[in-house]
């Protein structure tokens, strides 16, 4: 199973992207993106469960990023909106055949699958 991830980009603070995430024609039960920024540890930023639409946000995305499915087209994407400097990173797809817990979401150990990443820029 191969996660597709595209959508990053440079943009100057302030500007938004959209990252989009999809498996070849098949769903999970929990999809997730994750960040790593140059020397940190792969953070979680949001999820959602495909089933219930249940999302979970970071602290520090919440009000600025959105999770969200497309049942046509196997995708989830994250919108993301009011981005600063300290958004630069390799964002991650994730997913899980298993619907999760809410609480259980920022576990990076919670998802079998991942794509390749996607490098967002945010220039100041």
């Known amino acids: 199973v191969q996660l597709q991830a595209s959508g990053g980009g440079l943009v100057q603070a302030g500007g938004s992207l959209r990252l989009s995430c999809a498996a070849s024609g098949r769903t999970f039960g929990t999809y997730a993106w994750f960040r790593q920024a140059p020397g940190k540890e792969r953070d979680f930023v949001a999820a959602?469960?495909?089933?219930?639409?249940?999302?979970n946000y970071a602290e520090s995305v919440k009000g600025r990023f959105t999770i969200s499915r497309d049942k046509a087209n196997y995708a989830v994407y994250l919108q993301m909106n009011s981005l600063s400097p300290e958004d630069t990173a390799v964002y991650y797809c994730a997913a899980d055949s298993r619907t999760w817990i809410i609480s259980n979401m920022p576990n990076k150990s919670a998802y079998e699958y991942w794509g390749q990443g996607t490098l967002v820029t945010v220039s100041s």
């Open positions: 959602i469960r495909w089933s219930d639409n249940n999302k």
